[in-house]
């Protein structure tokens, strides 16, 4: 049953893909066209690091985003490791900002995972 709301869903590792590939006028309509979504799902958040190039345009896409839509993330990572999967930069700090506050909602599902090692899980993967 469809209620009307418009969802996107990237794997990281593709939208990473998809943001290399296209030059400045594809980012502005691929931002905009995201903009439009009400509901825009991010999974498997943290498998590898982040590139600065895409690192600027997700926090575009957020900042554009911001108030109009909500974002998932899905990720083996716990909170306090999200942020590591960025290299040190303002710019990081400004997605950062974006995309994980301290209101933000946080489940964590219990039992054995079938992907990622006891590290991930526990958020010790990247200190």
């Given at each position: 049953m469809s209620l009307g709301y418009s969802v996107m869903f990237y794997r990281m590792a593709d939208l990473i893909a998809i943001i290399q590939s296209k030059d400045a006028l594809g980012i502005?309509?691929?931002?905009?066209?995201?903009?439009?979504?009400?509901l825009l799902i991010i999974d498997d958040y943290g498998l590898t690091k982040i590139p600065d190039q895409v690192v600027a345009c997700l926090n575009e896409i957020a900042d554009s985003r911001y108030?109009?839509?909500?974002?998932?993330?899905?990720?083996?990572?716990?909170?306090?490791s999200l942020i590591s999967v960025?290299?040190?930069?303002?710019?990081?700090?400004?997605?950062?900002?974006?995309?994980?506050?301290?209101?933000?909602l946080e489940i964590t599902l219990?039992?054995?995972?079938?992907?990622?090692?006891?590290?991930?899980?526990?958020?010790?993967c990247y200190q």
């Open positions: 502005s309509r691929f931002k905009e066209r995201l903009r439009a979504i009400k108030g109009v839509g909500s974002t998932l993330i899905t990720t083996q990572l716990k909170k306090k960025i290299d040190e930069s303002p710019i990081r700090d400004a997605l950062a900002d974006r995309l994980f506050r301290d209101t933000d219990k039992g054995n995972s079938w992907r990622g090692s006891v590290e991930e899980l526990i958020g010790d």
